[in-house]
T-cell receptor
């Protein structure tokens, strides 16, 4: 079974630029999560999708972050414009059905904002 | 406020030794608790999951314990190997709102 795929693996941008991350979850997984993990900390949930609907985006900085999951499969996370404090690893995870299932994480995208 | 606190923040031990990592939580009501292992540059991978009624769960050299009364969990690693060097994250899911709360993790270094 293929795992969660993310791209790019690394990205370096200047502040005020825009960036987009892509995630392909495990086939058939209904729930998809985007997390932000700052160095030395645990992941922080940014947004959770159930199929192509948003379940929880309470911690997403909506003035600069946006995410979509068209057709309930792949998802993109965008930051526009980026700030220095956005430097982090962005993790995508998926789970089969409900919130009570195990989350399977992708390798993450390491973003550095200079 | 629902919180998950882990200790120690970091730990260094010699290969072959045992160690125990701690997780205290305030999430209530509680659904389940997972321990994840996160290798450098990779996403977390689940090691164990325990529900309210379980007090121990093993996965090879990893043994997790849970005391739901005191809201404490531990992860014990036996006969450590160099490949155990990683961050270990405690994750608690609430029962009422299904919120997932991550601890900050314990960074474990195994020295040869």
């Amino acid at each position: 079974e293929a795992g969660v795929a993310q791209s790019p693996r690394y990205k370096i941008i200047e502040k005020r630029q825009s960036v987009a991350f892509w995630c392909n979850p495990i086939s058939g997984h209904a729930t998809l999560y985007w997390y932000q993990q700052i160095l030395g900390q645990g992941p922080k949930l940014l947004i959770q999708f159930q199929n192509n609907g948003v379940v929880d985006d309470s911690q997403l900085p909506k003035d600069r972050f946006s995410a979509e999951r068209l057709k309930g499969v792949d998802s993109t996370l965008k930051i526009q414009p980026a700030k220095l404090e956005d430097s982090a690893v962005y993790l995508c995870a998926s789970s089969p059905r409900t919130d009570r299932d195990e989350q399977y994480f992708g390798p993450g995208t390491r973003l550095t904002v200079t | 406020k629902n919180q998950v606190e882990q200790s120690p923040q970091s730990l260094i031990i010699l290969e072959g030794k045992n160690c125990t990592l701690q997780c205290n939580y305030t999430v209530s009501p509680f659904s389940n608790l997972r321990w994840y292992k996160q290798d450098t540059g990779r996403g977390p991978v689940s090691l164990t999951i325990m529900t309210f009624s379980e007090n121990t769960k093993s996965n090879g050299r990893y043994t997790a314990t849970l005391d739901a009364d005191t809201k404490q969990s531990s992860l014990h690693i036996t006969a450590s190997q160099l490949s155990d060097s990683a961050s270990y994250i405690c994750v608690v899911r609430g029962n009422r709102d299904d919120k997932i709360i991550f601890g900050k993790g314990t960074r474990l270094h195994i020295l040869p």
